[in-house]
């Protein structure tokens, strides 16, 4: 986390911003290892561009920040009759970075008391350190993967026919709880014509032979990190058509997949997956991007679609997830959390990638 603060501030000083102020939020979690609760009183940590970043809290809240606060910071508290926010402007001024994530109504009050600074959005100076990820992100990336595939492995012995979608969601809910998740972020069981809609959740629909069943999944681990896999399952039949279509969708995955090396631009990424739709005339039916970053959030940069032209580096993690989607027919996905290093790719989710036959 030090180096995370050394890194900050190296960039804070390249880009002549004077300091970051950051509220509680998945960014201030990922640079003081605190997580905390954002509420009505202030918490907020500055960090300058150079020196020790200092943190003001709540009085009621000064021992768990101590406590859990995982760089050098110098914390002070303020009681209840106490303004907060003259004491941060008494302290601070210049070019302010602003967590995205701020309270617009502290933002506002920065503004007001803080007349001769500037304010200016933090997300690519805190993206251009969060997006690579370092070892022990890493690690927790590849944990997270390991828990959502022993779900997906439970999920192919499950029985799914005179079934519904909310039956299977909430066995599929306490799954993602017993394989060592904190959160359940999102349970998708989209089957039949459901399955064409990429964002459905659940519904009392009940499962029938031959139906395709999209079950994509994620949950938040202890160790703040998330996790993301979709598997395309079928009831005891499968159509050849789909299968056909089935077949061309898996081999764009895995050529995207293998195709997540460092220099290559995230519209090209994109471009492997949909090009080979396109040949097969299915990229009408591919509606979304192929990916998005993941880390302490499950949907973060770098996102892989046409337009960014951001180069992967060493340590980004993202979902390689292309789909087809066909209105009133069936739909399908098959997605895994990928991490970019000098040794080729890292494949957090390693679950068999074809159609999986349950009953
Ligand atoms: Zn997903
Ligand atoms: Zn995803």
């Known amino acids: 986390m030090t180096k995370t603060v050394a890194a900050l501030q190296e960039e804070m000083t390249a880009k002549g911003i004077d300091w970051l102020f950051l509220t509680p939020s998945p960014n201030f979690r990922y640079v003081t290892g605190y997580k905390a609760l954002p509420l009505e009183r202030l918490t907020l940590l500055m960090l300058p561009s150079v020196g020790i970043p200092k943190m003001i809290v709540p009085r009621l809240e000064f021992i768990l920040a101590k406590e859990h606060v995982k760089i050098e910071c110098e914390i002070e508290s303020f009681s209840e009759t106490d303004n907060a926010i003259d004491i941060v402007s008494t302290i601070a001024s210049g070019t302010v970075a602003v967590d995205p994530y701020m309270w617009s109504e502290k933002l506002l009050k920065f503004q007001g008391h803080m007349a001769n600074s500037t304010f200016i959005d933090a997300t690519s100076l805190i993206n251009v350190v969060r997006t690579v990820k370092s070892e022990a992100e890493i690690a927790a990336l590849v944990e997270a993967g390991r828990a959502i595939d022993w779900v997906h492995e439970q999920v ?15 066995d599929i809910k306490a799954l993602i709880f ?8 999102f349970v998708i069981v989209a089957s039949g ?21 999209v079950v994509d999944i994620g949950g938040t681990m202890p160790s703040g990190y998330c996790s993301d896999c979709t598997r395309t399952y079928v009831v005891k039949q499968i159509d050849p058509t789909f299968q056909h279509y089935y077949d061309i969708l898996q081999n764009a995955q895995i050529k995207a997949v293998d195709g ?5 631009s995230c519209e090209d990424l994109d471009s492997i997956a949909r090009n080979i739709l396109k040949e097969a005339d299915l990229s009408d039916y591919f509606i979304h991007r192929t990916g998005h970053g993941i880390g302490l959030q499950t949907h973060e940069d770098p996102y892989i679609v046409q337009g960014n032209k951001h180069k992967l580096v060493e340590g980004n993690a993202f979902s390689i997830e292309p789909g087809f989607y ?12 990928v991490i970019s290093t000098s040794n080729g790719p890292i494949n957090c989710n390693n679950r ?3 159609l999986i036959v349950v009953h």
């Open 326 to 337: 066909i209105e009133g027919k069936y739909g399908a996905r098959i997605e895994d959390i």
């Open 352 to 354: 068999p990638r074809n």
């Open 156 to 170: 192919s012995a499950m029985a799914f026919l005179g079934r519904t979608e909310r039956e299977i969601g909430e």
């Open 193 to 213: 014509p459901n399955s064409a809609s990429p964002h459905h959740e659940v519904s009392d629909r009940i499962l029938e032979e031959g139906d395709v069943v």
């Open 178 to 185: 017993e394989s060592g998740h904190e959160t359940v972020d």
């Open 260 to 264: 997540s090396l460092i220099g290559v």
